[in-house]
């Protein structure tokens, strides 16, 4: 079969996630024609909200759970309402060595987190130390993020904008974790800090890759200050805000569709009940270079030669009917749980559990984190919830690679995890977890655990990846010739171009890698 007229595109978008409706929604207006094909029957991917549990009236993220690196750029330009909000509370981190006491940093007030750090680590200098890391780092967040929706710089002019040599070399040279040694007397304080580096990449402070360090930086300079904000209305707020600019753009959006090859000559043969093809004189890729790979293969061309990509989280969502009580009476449930909760990851204690999962362990204790989204936004939860005091939580957990689970027994896998998760965060509790876990209607535990393998055969991320493959430093060596290059996005073939998390400056719910694909597509197609 043929591409008839009805089925020829400008530009051809695989894969229906915030990235590809972000790249629809700015094609479409520039008056491109311009079709989105998904395999599920709703757009979104990973950002979008469900309900879990039957009955209950509760919206969560069953994968993304926070905004960080979203660009107020796009939100302008595709007219985009939404709310984010700041949440009051940074993060709590109790001492794994003795529970009753943690450090609590409170934006709002630099006295009370001196206070909190010197109860804590005994060191009333460690607070001051925390505050000047943050201060340095700052000037990196302002010279990197508003480059992340422009041509890719080089890394002289990043170097240059970032204006402190030796940070740049720490940074970019060498393991993240001789920077955190220096800067930090605490093995506590370095835990906050190397968290950051490890969302959903499996690597050790040492770990001569740098992975943890582009990882950090990714981190570091969300909005160009590194804070994460809280969408209203749960992360399926953003892509419906999204896919409603995408359509009112004039996108045609198709959803129940599988892409089963690519060519690089720009058809998309599909398969449902019938096999069709839609040609476009670009194909705009939102899937990971692995699938894309597979999608290239059989449709006869050269793939990107990514490696098979390996996720390392499970993500704990569940609903409960309070919030429990801490073994550290100084800090209430509620500003511990507001910002990001931080259990088990001492640096020593994160590089352990490397190790213990680089041997095929699952990591104990098990490092997690923890946030809570409807103490910032309470509209995810229905009214008699509201009412009754319950909260969502969510506990992701880190150093848990794909390999602990692939070739196994998924559902077994995803309970032993789910456990270690509960005993990591039941240690720095005055009860057990469980005693405060809703129960649906039907008797259930309002608690699941979702694992790479979830990821994988869910929303086909290879590996669960949730980055797409390893990240990417967000510049060039050398100054780039074509758009494809410049913009982070190419491929072997011309025209086929990425545009999902493994684009250059992929990963989290950016929509930058929508952005910078469509940025490419229109000099492309203005050519």
């Known amino acids: 079969m043929t591409a008839s007229d009805s089925r020829r595109y400008d530009v051809v978008i695989v894969g229906g996630g915030h990235n590809a409706l972000v790249s629809a929604a700015y094609l479409a207006r520039a008056g491109r024609r311009v079709v989105v094909i998904e395999r599920s029957d709703a757009v979104g991917g990973a950002a979008v909200s469900e309900r879990p549990w039957a009955g209950v009236d509760a919206r969560l993220s069953r994968y993304s759970y926070l905004v960080s690196l979203l660009p107020q750029q796009i939100i302008d330009d595709l007219g985009l309402r939404l709310e984010l909000r700041r949440r009051r509370y940074s993060s709590y981190t109790p001492d794994p060595t003795d529970p009753t006491r943690g450090i609590l940093v409170d ?22 130390r925390f505050a000047a890391f ?44 001789d920077l955190l040694r220096s800067s930090f007397d605490s093995d506590l304080v370095r835990g906050i800090a190397l968290t950051d580096g490890l969302i959903g990449t499996f690597a050790s402070s040492d770990d001569p890759s740098l992975a943890q360090n582009r990882c950090f930086l990714s981190h570091v300079i969300g909005g160009g200050t590194g804070d994460g904000d809280v969408p209203v209305g749960g992360m399926g707020a953003v892509t419906a805000e999204l896919e409603r600019a995408a359509r009112e753009a004039g996108a045609e959006i198709v959803t129940g569709v599988e892409v089963v090859s690519i060519s690089p000559d720009g058809d998309v043969h599909t398969m449902t009940d019938r096999s069709e093809v839609f040609h476009g004189d670009l194909v705009l890729s939102g899937v990971g270079r692995a699938v894309l790979d597979r999608l290239l293969a059989a449709g006869g061309a050269a793939t990107t030669g990514a490696d098979e990509p390996e996720g390392a989280q499970v993500k704990v969502n569940m609903l409960l009917s309070r919030l429990p009580r801490l073994r550290d009476e100084s800090v209430t449930p509620q500003a511990a749980f507001s910002g990001t909760f931080h259990v088990n990851q001492m640096m020593t204690q994160l590089d352990a559990a490397h190790a213990a999962a680089s041997g095929g362990l699952i990591p104990e204790p098990l490092p997690v984190e923890i946030s809570c989204h409807s103490l910032t936004d309470p509209s995810i939860l229905g009214d008699e919830l509201r009412a009754s005091g319950a909260q969502t939580l969510t506990m992701f957990g880190l150093q848990v690679p794909h390999r602990l689970i692939d070739d196994t027994d998924a559902v077994a896998a995803g309970a032993r995890l789910l456990a270690a998760a509960q005993a990591s965060l039941d240690s720095v509790l005055a009860e057990p977890l469980r005693d405060c876990i ?58 086929v171009l990425l545009c999902g998390s493994s684009a250059q400056r992929g990963g989290a719910v950016s929509g930058i890698g929508g952005q910078n694909a469509a940025m490419a597509a229109l000099e492309i197609l203005g050519r």
């Open 134 to 177: 943050g201060d340095r780092l700052a000037p990196v967040a302002r010279a990197v993020f508003p480059t992340m929706t422009e041509p890719l710089p080089t890394a002289d002019e990043v170097r240059e904008r970032v204006g402190d040599d030796e940070l740049w070399d720490a940074l970019t040279t060498r393991p993240l974790g």
């Open 107 to 128: 934006t709002h007030d630099a006295e009370a987190t001196a206070a909190s750090f010197a109860r804590t680590t005994g060191d009333a200098a460690e607070a001051e």
């Open 438 to 495: 809703l129960r649906a209607p039907d008797g259930r535990l309002c608690i699941e655990a979702r694992t790479t393998r979830d990821l994988e055969e869910s929303l086909n991320m290879i590996g669960g990846d949730i980055f797409h493959g390893a990240l990417s430093w967000p510049w060039l060596s050398a100054p780039a010739e074509s758009p494809a290059d410049r913009w982070g996005v190419a491929t072997p073939h011309a025209r």
